[in-house]
């Protein structure tokens, strides 16, 4: 048990909540009472409600409503943040329901999914949150039964006084504890108490989904919506010129035509305000189909753009952005960065003497690895609807960071930011793409050109040629043997377009006397942002590769190899920036290496191992493969996680077997090309994924088990998979393999 304090206040407990990663008004409904009732008594909403604190409210009859703030793309917080009040509160699961809170920034904080760090930064704030009601109810009933708080109990909804024989519900005892002064502190269960958290339990969502309810953003409607469409440019590199919209403003159901010009002069855009194509036309109508026929035979003329450096107010501060202009081709792309890789980069990091090192090695490797440009390709495309009736907006977008759109709303609509509302419904996948959300702030813009509530689709087309794309990489690793085929030091260069992927403070920074690590980057018109896991997607697989060819070049087993050096990282590390833990990251090879049984004779596997951490998590991955017919076939993938305290088993376990078999598909096939500026690709018969019959076979899933406070699960297992690919099939064909994707179009074999 630890005890953690609160605030003074029910305002400035929020406040503080809020900004510690909490902030949300949760909700139960307590099937169990002291009195009998029926299900449909205890499901009435009650004609009274209760503010606990300012994070749940229970009924007079003890139903309460939980609102979960973080916006839901799969990663099934709706279900895991309640959990950890409905602990710390103690009630039963079986008997909570939630809801989907609106965004509002002073009583839900920095609502945010993405990065892997919602249940880490919600987990002292949320537990705070139902210890804190847990013990001004605890109060409330001690006051009323006139004995020592210290003598009253909680279980399952319910308050006891053994001694007197007292009990009653949560809901009796809410009025009396809505009066209850903020406890100034808390105690927080102990991890060896928890009933909640660490059982699976089922998305809360489950039902809904599997009924076809509308929950999505695509599923959004109200009555006397428009449809709007876009037409954006062509190709990276052009903007508008001119519009021809004679022949569709006489089409039928066509309403208007508008061009749009999405940030004012000198507006200075955040982080996340990422847009290809600021300037657009866009047309509106009464029904999808009506608008995407005169989409059809809309003339727009495009024209070059001119290159220009714009400031980026971003999480580091301001940066200047240089853009050029010209039309850019995947095989330019290549050139370039064959080119630059042969220069010497910015030293991001240098430990010791490396050129010594290198000069005296008896051996040295040498490796390059490269990815290409990916698309996100979410199942639900980009969709926001939005209603701008004079200095007011109400919006309805799938979104991850609704924060930090509104301002940018705010400023192009020259209304205050508190006249903004916006409900986030369920995103069918996000990856980061929608942490970009241009398309609610061009939804806002066309509702206040036409005067009326519209709903703006993109078409799979739209979305996949809009940009905002995981960047093309590129990365060489230089390794020095000694005559003992120790390894003695390490280079490594990596750069892409438009950012370098480096990560010189991780593995296996720390674990050698000799490291040298150097990064470049070149600009570009074609607009980049955070897909799944960013960087880190690309340097574990490039890393982990290069760590088994330098095993069997120095003769040694690939996990002993890499547990040698991290045990030199833990027992006598190199420099005071390493941002692992070697002993964790240790533990989860030895964890796969024991549940893959890597040690046994399996002549029939051709098996790879991989190792990263990122989002302050660590994830092993050993893959089994076989080739049929020149085509790999992954048989199994045995994953092992640290990521501390696992608050919904099934859901974490859920989480890994999507991005193992995501991160197979990738290295596999994924791919966007370029030529001329225009995107190659632009729909599924052409971006080729990882399809049913394709994923594993089998996926064995297992969590280190200690009481480290939760962190990353969402993204952490999907960059190690690459690397366990690479390895498995150098095992199984007798080839390295060094660009992705590995097989694609191409034949692995031959």
Same mark, same amino acid.
């Given at each position: 048990?630890?005890?953690?304090? !609160? ?30 009732? !029926? ?51 103690? !009630? ?157 403003? !006489? ?500």
């Amino acid at each position: 048990m630890s005890t953690i304090k !609160t605030t003074f206040g029910r305002r400035s407990f929020l406040k503080s909540s809020a900004m510690a990663g909490g902030g949300l008004m949760l909700g139960f409904s307590w099937l169990a009472s002291c009195e009998y009732k !029926t299900e449909a008594e205890v499901l009435a909403m009650p004609e009274e409600w209760f503010e606990i604190n300012s994070y749940l409210k229970i009924g007079e009859n003890g139903v309460v409503t939980i609102y979960t703030p973080n916006p839901e793309f799969g990663q099934n917080v709706r279900t895991s943040m309640p959990m950890l009040i409905a602990e710390e509160l103690d !009630t039963d699961w079986k008997n909570v329901l939630v809801e989907q809170a609106p965004y509002h920034a002073d009583k839900y904080g920095f609502q945010f999914t993405g990065g892997s760090q919602g249940i880490r930064s919600r987990w002292e704030p949320l537990r705070m949150a139902g210890a804190s009601a847990r013990q001004m109810l605890r109060e409330a009933a001690a006051q009323k039964w006139g004995v020592p708080v210290e003598e009253i109990t909680t279980e399952v909804g319910m308050l006891q006084h053994t001694s007197s024989g007292k009990s009653a519900g949560y809901g009796e005892m809410a009025s009396a504890a809505a009066a209850i002064t903020v406890p100034k502190e808390v105690e927080l269960k102990a991890v060896k108490d928890f009933k909640i958290i660490g059982t699976s339990q089922k998305n809360v969502d489950g039902k809904s989904m599997i009924m076809g309810e509308p929950m999505f953003g695509m599923d959004y409607h109200k009555e006397g919506m428009l449809i709007a469409m876009i037409e954006h440019p062509p190709a990276f590199g052009l903007t508008l010129k001119s519009v021809d919209d004679t022949e569709v403003r !006489t089409m039928p159901g066509i309403k208007d035509v508008i061009t749009l010009k999405s940030y004012k002069d000198g507006f200075e855009k955040g982080g996340f305000d990422t847009n290809a194509f600021p300037e657009i036309v866009a047309i509106v109508g009464n029904s999808t189909w009506e608008v995407m026929q005169a989409k059809k035979r809309l003339k727009v003329t495009w024209k070059p753009i001119t290159a220009y450096t714009e400031t980026i107010s971003g999480f580091r501060g301001k940066e200047s952005k240089n853009i050029p202009a010209g039309f850019e081709s995947t095989s330019s792309h290549q050139s370039k960065m064959a080119a630059i890789s042969n220069k010497q980069g910015k030293i991001v990091r240098k430990d010791g003497n490396p050129s010594e090192a290198f000069k005296n090695a008896a051996k040295i490797i040498e490796s390059s690895y490269s990815a290409p440009y990916l698309a996100h390709n979410s199942m639900e495309p980009l969709n926001a609807f939005a209603h701008v009736e004079g200095d007011k907006a109400m919006i309805a977008a799938p979104i991850q960071i609704p924060g930090f759109i509104i301002p940018t709303i705010a400023a192009s609509l020259e209304i205050p930011v508190e006249n903004i509302t916006m409900e986030m419904p369920r995103m069918g996948g996000g990856f980061g793409r929608k942490a970009y959300a241009h398309f609610v702030l061009e939804a806002s813009l066309i509702s206040k050109k036409v005067n009326a509530p519209i709903k703006l689709i993109y078409s799979r087309e739209d979305d996949m040629t809009n940009g905002i794309y995981r960047p093309t990489y590129q990365a060489t690793y230089r390794a020095a043997l000694d005559e003992n085929n120790n390894l003695t030091a390490l280079h490594i260069k990596a750069g892409g377009i438009p950012e370098s992927p480096l990560f010189a403070n991780r593995f296996p920074a720390g674990a050698l006397d000799h490291y040298l690590a150097e990064e470049w980057a070149i600009d570009s018109n074609i607009t980049i942002g955070a897909f799944r896991a960013p960087r880190s997607n690309f340097m574990a697989g490039a890393e982990q590769s290069f760590l088994d060819e330098v095993a069997e070049a120095a003769g040694k087993d690939p996990i002993e190899f890499r547990l040698g050096l991290l045990k030199r990282a833990k027992e006598n590390p190199e420099g005071e920036q390493n941002d692992y833990d070697a002993e964790r990251y240790a533990g989860v090879l030895k964890l796969v290496r024991e549940k893959s049984r890597w040690d046994e004779n399996q002549s029939n596997a051709h098996r790879g191992v991989s190792a990263y951490f990122c989002h302050n998590t660590y994830a092993a991955h050993v893959l089994d493969l076989s080739i049929v017919n020149g085509k790999p076939i992954v048989d199994n993938v045995c994953c092992a996680i640290d990521c501390g305290i696992v608050v919904n088993p099934d859901a974490a376990k859920n989480m890994a077997e999507g991005a193992i078999t995501d991160g197979i598909g990738t290295a596999f096939y994924g791919e966007m090309t370029f030529k001329d500026g225009i995107p190659e690709k632009n729909n599924f018969n052409q971006y080729r994924m990882i399809r049913m019959s394709e994923a594993p076979k089998a996926v064995d899933i297992h969590f280190v088990k200690n009481e480290v406070n939760p962190t990353g699960m969402g993204e952490p297992p999907y960059p190690p998979i690459f690397g366990a690919v690479a390895n498995a099939l150098f095992k199984a064909t007798g080839q390295r393999h060094y660009d992705q994707p590995f097989f694609g179009d191409k034949k692995v074999l031959g």
